[in-house]
């Protein structure tokens, strides 16, 4: 089963705009991570927010956690052409070694 | 890719026969993943491994089997194929002590059963 589900599905904006994506998931979680996939590759690790923290910063990344209402969300700021790609929002189940992965957000930064 | 590699990458086989897909670690993770990525449905786990010979089911394991002999190697199995199971299909490693650690992803391999 999903744990986390983006939204929107798809996005897309102009180069130099703000991207916003939003998480939510079902469980408790000790922290939730976030995965970029460029088209034909394989994901990529961007952050990892832990339960006790609220937000977070890398880089053009803020991802912020909202452990109350289960909600997390991921912020790029003047986005580049070179941000278009999905991304994905993950959290471990319950004490297992199993990540579990949303559906995605696909994203399009139009030069 | 952090050295994991997928064979084959691209594969078209027909219905019915077996497959089999291969991943290649060089990192000494001791886990192991296969997910497959489908429209609509995002990754999905179909079985892992925490260890040599220690596999265990994911979310969608029906019609496939893995193995690992070897730390390095792990085999994703479709015994007999359906066109259900075309599919994008991705290997993943994980260092896994707790719950913070990351797991890094092959390139994947595209699966068209006809």
């Known amino acids: 089963s999903q744990q986390g589900e983006e939204d929107p599905q798809a996005l897309s904006i102009q180069e130099g705009e703000n991207a916003t994506m939003n998480c939510s998931y079902k469980?408790?979680?000790?922290?939730l991570q976030w995965y970029r996939q460029n088209s034909g590759r394989g994901l990529v690790h961007l952050i990892l927010?832990?339960?006790?923290?609220r937000e977070k910063h890398s880089g053009r990344l803020r991802v912020t956690l909202d452990t109350s209402k289960k909600s997390s969300s991921l912020l790029i700021t003047a986005s580049r052409a070179a941000d278009t790609a999905s991304y994905f929002c993950?959290?471990?189940?319950?004490?297992?070694?199993?990540?579990?992965f949303g559906k995605g957000t696909k994203l399009t930064v139009n030069p | 890719d952090a050295g994991i590699t997928q064979s084959p990458r691209h594969k078209v086989t027909e219905t019915g026969t077996p497959v089999t897909l291969r991943c290649h670690q060089t990192?000494?993770?001791?886990?192991m993943y296969w997910y497959r990525q489908d429209p609509g449905h995002g990754l999905r786990l179909i079985h892992y491994s925490y260890g040599v010979k220690d596999t265990d089911k994911g979310e969608v394991s029906d019609g496939y089997s893995v193995s690992r002999s070897k730390t390095e190697d792990f085999l994703l199995t479709l015994e007999s194929a359906t066109s259900s199971q075309t599919s994008v299909y991705f290997c993943a490693i994980s260092d896994y002590r707790t719950d913070t650690d990351t797991q890094y992803f092959g390139p994947g391999t595209r699966l068209t059963v006809l």
């Open positions: 927010i832990r339960s006790n923290e």
């Open positions: 469980t408790s979680i000790n922290n």
């Open positions: 993950a959290t471990y189940q319950g004490g297992s070694e199993k990540l579990v």
């Open positions: 990192e000494n993770h001791r886990y």
